[in-house]
């Protein structure tokens, strides 16, 4: 499952993807390199933090399944199936739903707002959603997200 090229560069074969993760910093453009902040276990997966300019990636193993998934920040477990990421990317809110059975993404980015707080109810997720311009003025949305 992992090819070690060198100390910098190992590719992940898994059964749905390869990603190869590598450390490197580019010879012609200051801005243009990446590399592995850490390596994280938690329940039979591996996590991958990579950062680079402008860039944040989570590299997630499954080892169990012999799976491979790339996210913009750290998933939420929802069950053994589905994985869930609400992050902030320089002041707009990124939702991620990722559903590893049926291998359907449902993914947004909220243009200056945040996303604050969310809950999952069964099939549904409620957001608390606030405007960077205002913080006073917060929305509340829900989603259902059964596929």
């Known amino acids: 499952m992992f090819n070690v090229y060198s100390k910098d560069s190992i590719l992940v074969k898994g059964k749905n993807q390869n990603i190869l993760i590598h450390n490197y910093i580019s010879k012609f453009d200051d801005r243009d390199f990446r590399f592995v902040e850490s390596v994280s276990e938690y329940r039979n997966h591996l996590f991958f933090h990579v950062a680079g300019y402008e860039i944040w990636e989570i590299i997630v193993v499954n080892i169990e399944e012999k799976e491979v998934y790339s996210f913009p920040d750290d998933p939420v477990f929802i069950n053994s199936n589905e994985y869930l990421v609400v992050s902030d990317y320089y002041g707009e809110g990124v939702f ?21 707080d969310y809950y999952i109810k069964e099939d549904e997720i409620f957001f608390k959603i606030v405007s960077n311009d205002n913080n006073s003025k917060a929305y509340f949305y829900s989603l259902s997200y059964k596929y």
Do not use: A, H, P, Q
């Not at 990722?98 to 604050?116: A, D, G, M, Q, Y």
């Open 96 to 116: 991620y739903y990722f559903n590893r059975k049926t291998n359907k993404v449902l993914s947004f980015e909220l243009s200056n707002f945040n996303i604050e």
